[in-house]
């Protein structure tokens, strides 16, 4: 039994992807998906003017339903899935599934794999080339063999702390649609992360200024992942913000209506603004060189971004060459 033509074009328009019915080498219904991508005049035309691929034209001109993964369609290198279903013996069911979005992960995936790999074969060949060194040098050459030794434990303790990192991150993306249920001290969490930095900056020569604010309500969190948020941001801004001319962060807590703000800046040397959208990426550095030299491991601000947005959050960094940076973390009041 036949499907009248306005249930037809009921079912084409409650779809989200562009979809097609095609009769006769003609396009009969087009849902507003389609109009958008392929053309508003499309309806009633030949469908060689709404589908212009060649391969999916040959599909569709057979006859025969089947599936087909392309690109070209609404853009060079955007890719689809065709898809094309019998309704009867006359008309077709076309249907163009958008893999944008799973392309992207998959590049994603790809450049995250290349990345690691990158960042944990450079220390491992100075430990292997060391190593080497010092199995086949002299007994006697105490100096030598200490500093070797000295840079093989950096560089062991250097891809650790990568593994740690990452391993880090996988646990928070695989928390990510999992509400955090603790009642989390703000303040608390920010007088722990200038405590835990004491040590690190000591050895930078920097000084640590906290103005955490008294009696603040507290947030819906996970105390670990806030304490780690707060770890990172206060140890990126001494490694980065503490120089000959500026040796001086501020970590801040502070309540401004229904948020509670974590505020940590410095008057060091900046950021450029074409830096500043992608500091969140993994293994994103503005100096490869320097960051390696102070320890950093280019996952710190994207564990970040992702412990702010399992708590809802937003993440807030403003920088500029000569002027410092502040970023702040703004978190709902439980």
């Given at each position: 039994?036949?499907?009248p033509?306005d ?21 009969v ?19 060689r003017l709404?589908?212009?691929?060649p391969?999916?034209?040959?599909l ?29 013996q ?6 163009l ?31 292997i ?15 030598m ?25 996988s646990r ?15 303040g608390?969490?920010?007088n722990l ?15 640590i ?7 603040m309500?507290p947030?819906?969190?996970d ?11 206060v ?12 040796s ?18 410095d ?6 603004p ?13 100096d490869s060189?320097?960051?390696r ?10 564990i ?31």
């Amino acid at each position: 039994m036949a499907l009248p033509p306005d249930t037809i074009r009921a079912l084409i328009d409650a779809l989200d992807e562009p979809a097609l019915i095609v009769a006769d080498e003609r396009t009969v219904v087009a849902n507003g998906p389609a109009r958008e991508l392929l053309g508003h005049s499309i309806e009633g035309s030949d469908v060689r003017l709404a589908i212009r691929h060649p391969e999916a034209l040959q599909l569709l001109l057979s006859g025969t339903p089947g599936d087909l993964d392309l690109v070209g369609i609404g853009g060079i290198d955007r890719p689809w899935t065709l898809s094309i279903r019998t309704i009867d013996q006359s008309r077709f069911l076309v249907r163009l599934v958008d893999r944008s979005a799973g392309r992207a992960a998959e590049r994603m995936r790809t450049d995250f794999v290349a990345n690691a790999s990158h960042e944990l074969r450079t220390p491992l060949a100075t430990i292997i080339g060391y190593a080497e060194t010092l199995a086949e040098g002299d007994e006697t050459a105490t100096e030598m063999t200490a500093r070797f030794g000295a840079t093989i434990e950096t560089e062991a303790r250097r891809m650790l702390r990568i593994i740690e990192d990452l391993m880090s991150l996988s646990r928070i993306e695989a928390d990510r649609y999992q509400a955090p249920g603790e009642k989390v001290d703000l303040g608390e969490i920010a007088n722990l992360a200038v405590e835990q930095a004491a040590p690190l900056a000591q050895r930078r020569g920097c000084g640590i200024e906290a103005a955490i604010e008294k009696n603040m309500p507290p947030v819906t969190g996970d105390f670990g992942q806030l304490l780690q948020l707060a770890d990172n941001l206060v140890a990126n801004a001494i490694r980065y913000g503490c120089n000959d001319k500026s040796s001086e962060v501020l970590v801040a807590a502070r309540q401004e209506g229904n948020r509670l703000l974590l505020v940590v800046s410095d008057n060091g040397d900046g950021i450029s603004p074409e830096h500043l959208p992608r500091l969140t990426e993994r293994f994103y550095r503005v100096d490869s060189a320097r960051s390696r030299e102070s320890g950093g491991t280019g996952l710190g601000l994207a564990i970040v971004k992702h412990i702010v947005e399992r708590h809802r959050g937003t993440l807030d960094i403003r920088s500029a060459p000569g002027a410092g940076t502040q970023v702040t973390v703004s978190l709902p009041v439980s």
